[in-house]
């Protein structure tokens, strides 16, 4: 595998309308990530991924965007984006912003033109229909909106006030690649890119939805053949000049497709997020994972990408409730649950990524009023649910384990007055368990999800084996024991993870040194609920 700065880095994703506000208007701002740099080279980031900053009416909290080249009024100014890229590269670190280039707000000045009149030269910047489908889009609902100006249907493959921008007209996508370059002559390392693998719609065999339910259409809308020629265009007329790093959030790619997607010679980008460990949980069933379905679906990924292409690492991000909420158990075995995880996936052959509030063991958030919550999705989900004749309790149990709201609760910096994230009440109202888990109150405490964190970044960056080095699966008794190893010419690490709340008979293999334990001391005898190891193995 070549060698190269972003398969070696750890990459921080902020949420930066809840990571931290400055001016006392109870929403996070560029000046809020600015103010935190130094906790993040402590922790040991390397790359900064920023949620959208772009203008937005905040339909999608910055996912539609009315301006591409302007700065979100309460997020602050453009002059704030400078200044915090310049403190970014100042400390060494390296810094991503999303590209969302699925759609627009409809406050953009391209769909304003678009649905003014059936001739305007940007009509079909925009995908519009005399009939609809039946297609449901993935907020809920119908996936289509009717324009009475026009007498037309605009396409949403989110929200409403989403519109799909139509990648077959190729002024439309001159357009989009002019402002990936702007974004990168101005000094950005890379992108993490929204919904990608949507960019590409099959029309044919259009149904009319009369008298019929929406209903999803994912292989009308997701990888359909063809979106890679699209992004071979929009690699080799961007990226490719530069030296960045690219992401993709590809839902419906498999590994069969990794070489054209993220292969090292000739993928249209670096790294893409897999969605496959998402669907291993419904939404109505309760909190906990098959840990031979997660150990099947990794490790594919892994042995698939192997000499190939190169992993991207997570557990969670802005879409996703917490992990230790939804994977682990939250209440007894909180800090044991939340770490075991992080050793789990962390040590993987690929980038990690931690997602803002990861790193300390955020929870999901115990609302249970409808009211309390504000993602759109959310609310959609509720609405289309409750029309569906659902009790609310049911619709409520569901929204209390998946909601994106969990992951979007403000950051839990200390335990007085709102949390050290603002001066005043949060957009969102915060999880009341900061009083007891946040920054401050792990800091020393050497055995905290916190430091934990730091000390498995650290060995990362020591040992190029945990970087480079080939995985492969541990064979062990217990199908709730997630364990692998990674091997170069050099060194062979093993790490073993307990997702159980119960204690297993176990013996480390002859010759192997306790690197690193979320427990802070090692039993030789067995594994203790959700415990998790490092070791060092004789090669």
């Not at 100014?77 to 280039?101: C, N, P, S, W, Y």
Request: net charge negative; charged share 25%.
């Amino acid at each position: 595998m070549k060698k190269t700065w972003w398969k070696e880095a750890v990459i921080y994703q902020i949420y930066p309308r809840s990571f931290k506000d400055t001016n006392g208007d109870g929403i996070g701002d560029l000046n809020g990530v600015t103010e935190k740099l130094d906790y993040l080279v402590e922790l040991g980031i390397d790359i900064i991924w920023i949620c959208p900053m772009y203008k937005s009416p905040n339909i999608d909290n910055g996912y539609d965007i009315s301006d591409y080249q302007d700065i979100m009024e309460v997020m602050g100014t453009m002059a704030d984006f400078d200044r915090l890229l310049a403190e970014v590269h100042a400390r060494g670190m390296k810094l991503v912003i999303d590209l969302v280039l699925n759609h627009t707000s409809d406050e953009h000045p391209w769909f304003i033109e678009s649905r003014s009149s059936k001739k305007n030269a940007k009509r079909d910047w925009y995908v519009w229909r005399d009939e609809p489908t039946n297609w449901e889009s993935i907020f809920s609902g119908p996936a289509w909106a009717f324009d009475e100006r026009t007498r037309q249907y605009y396409l949403h493959l989110y929200a409403q006030k989403q519109p799909d921008v139509n990648w077959e007209n190729p002024e439309l996508r001159r357009a989009l690649y002019d402002m990936t370059n702007w974004w990168l002559d101005k000094g950005i390392d890379g992108f993490r890119i929204d919904a990608i693998s949507h960019i590409k719609k099959d029309y044919t065999d259009m149904p009319n939805p009369e008298g019929r339910d929406y209903v999803p259409a994912w292989g009308k809308m997701t990888d359909v053949e063809g979106v890679l020629d699209f992004l071979v265009e929009l690699r080799d007329e961007t990226f490719a000049k530069y030296d960045v790093m690219t992401v993709g959030e590809a839902n419906g790619v498999t590994t069969d497709e990794l070489e054209e997607w993220i292969g090292e010679e000739n993928g249209v980008m670096n790294m893409l997020f897999q969605f496959e460990t998402w669907y291993l949980r419904k939404l109505d069933e309760p909190c906990g994972v098959n840990i031979d379905a997660l150990r099947d679906v990794l490790t594919r990924w892994q042995e698939a990408a192997e000499g190939i292409a190169w992993n991207a690492l997570y557990v969670e991000n802005h879409d996703r409730s917490r992990i230790v909420s939804t994977w682990g158990d939250d209440h007894v075995y909180w800090r044991e649950s939340a770490t075991s995880i992080a050793f789990m996936y962390f040590f993987m052959q690929g980038t990690p990524f931690i997602y803002q509030g990861q790193e300390i063991g955020m929870t999901n958030a115990p609302f249970n009023d409808i009211i309390l919550y504000d993602d759109v999705k959310t609310l959609n989900l509720y609405r289309y649910k409750k029309a569906e004749g659902m009790d609310h309790d049911a619709i409520m149990e569901m929204i209390k384990m998946s909601s994106r709201d969990h992951s979007r609760t403000p950051m839990q910096w200390h335990g007085s007055s709102y949390a050290g994230f603002s001066t005043a009440q949060p957009w969102l109202n915060l999880n009341p368990n900061y009083t007891w888990l946040n920054v401050e109150a792990q800091l020393p405490d050497p055995l905290s999800v916190l430091n934990i964190y730091k000390r498995m970044i650290a060995l990362r960056k020591e040992n190029e084996v945990l970087i480079y080095g080939t995985y492969k699966l541990f064979e062990t008794p217990y199908s709730c024991v997630y364990a692998y190893t990674r091997e170069d010419e050099t060194a062979k690490m093993l790490v073993v993870s307990n997702h159980k709340d119960d204690p297993l008979k176990w013996t480390a293999p002859d010759g192997a040194t306790l690197l690193l334990d979320n427990y802070g001391s090692e039993d030789a005898n067995k594994l203790r609920p959700f415990e998790a190891r490092l070791y060092q193995l004789r090669k």
